[in-house]
T-cell receptor, first 113, second 112 residues
Framework: DVKVTQSSRYLVKRTGEKVFLECVQD?????MFWYRQDPGLGLRLIYF???????EKGDIPEGYSVSREKKERFSLILESASTNQTSMYLCASSLNQRGNTIYFGEGSWLTVV | GDSVTQMEGPVTLSEEAFLTINCTYT??????LFWYVQYPGEGLQLLLK?????DKGSNKGFEATYRKETTSFHLEKGSVQVSDSAVYFC???????????FGKGTRLSVIA
C-alpha cells in the first residue's frame, strides 16, 4: 500500500513563528502536493512539485514556501505564521500518469495563536 | 479554468436509503474524474474514478458514470449504511502532472 506520512497530526504555534510541515511518501511518486482544507472552502492547492527541486504555485501560495530536495520528501514552510493560517493541511502524492490516483496523508491540524 | 460543482450539503439519510450526490464539471478536453471520501479525522482516499466518457467507476457499492454530454459524474449508492457517513469530494484532472481540481465537498450523515 502507498503510504503518505505527515510528520505531525496536531501542532500549536505562535504568531510569527516559522513552521515546518513535513511529508514523506514511500512509492517513488514524481508528484507531490500541499493542500489546505477549511470549512465551506473545500480543498485549496498551496503548492505542488512534479520533480525534485521543482515547484509550482497553486491557488493560494501567499505566506507559504516549499522545499523538495529529495523525491520522497516535500516540506511546507510557513515563514511567519499568522492566525489566518490555522487550518488542516493535507499532503498528497501521485505518479505522473494521466488518470493517476492521488494518495493523501492523514492531515496536519495547525493552530496558530 | 477548470472547475467542479457539487451539491451543497449536509445530506442526511436514513440507513438503507438511496443516495445521489450530484457533480458537474467545466473543463476543456477529456479530463479524468474522481470521487474521494474523507472519514472523520482522516485524510482523503480514492473511492472511484473514470478516465473516459461513458466509463463507470464503482467501489463499495458506490457508482458513478462519466457523462460527457451533460458534463456530470454523479455519485450513487442503492442502500447507504451508517458507516458511509463522511465527506465526499468530486474532482477532475487532465494530465499526469496537473493537480486535481476539487469540488467543495458534500457531507453525508446516515442515521440508523
Amino acid at each position: 500500500d502507498v503510504k503518505v506520512t505527515q510528520s505531525s497530526r496536531y501542532l500549536v504555534k505562535r504568531t510569527g513563528e516559522k513552521v515546518f510541515l513535513e511529508c514523506v511518501q514511500d512509492m517513488d511518486h514524481e508528484n507531490m502536493f500541499w493542500y489546505r482544507q477549511d470549512p465551506g472552502l473545500g480543498l485549496r492547492l498551496i503548492y505542488f512539485s512534479y520533480d525534485v527541486k521543482m515547484k509550482e504555485k497553486g491557488d493560494i501560495p501567499e505566506g507559504y514556501s516549499v522545499s523538495r530536495e529529495k523525491k520522497e520528501r516535500f516540506s511546507l514552510i510557513l515563514e511567519s505564521a499568522s492566525t489566518n493560517q490555522t487550518s488542516m493541511y493535507l499532503c498528497a502524492s501521485s505518479l505522473n500518469q494521466r488518470g493517476n490516483t492521488i494518495y493523501f496523508g492523514e492531515g496536519s491540524w495547525l493552530t496558530v495563536v | 479554468g477548470d472547475s467542479v460543482t457539487q451539491m451543497e450539503g449536509p445530506v442526511t439519510l436514513s440507513e438503507e436509503a438511496f443516495l445521489t450526490i450530484n457533480c458537474t464539471y467545466t473543463a476543456t478536453g477529456y479530463p479524468s474524474l474522481f470521487w474521494y471520501v474523507q472519514y472523520p479525522g482522516e485524510g482523503l482516499q480514492l473511492l472511484l474514478k473514470a478516465t473516459k466518457a461513458d466509463d463507470k467507476g464503482s467501489n463499495k457499492g458506490f457508482e458513478a458514470t462519466y457523462r460527457k454530454e451533460t458534463t456530470s459524474f454523479h455519485l450513487e449508492k442503492g442502500s447507504v449504511q451508517v458507516s458511509d457517513s463522511a465527506v465526499y469530494f468530486c474532482a477532475l484532472s487532465h494530465s499526469g502532472n496537473t493537480p486535481l481540481v476539487f469540488g467543495k465537498g458534500t457531507r453525508l450523515s446516515v442515521i440508523a
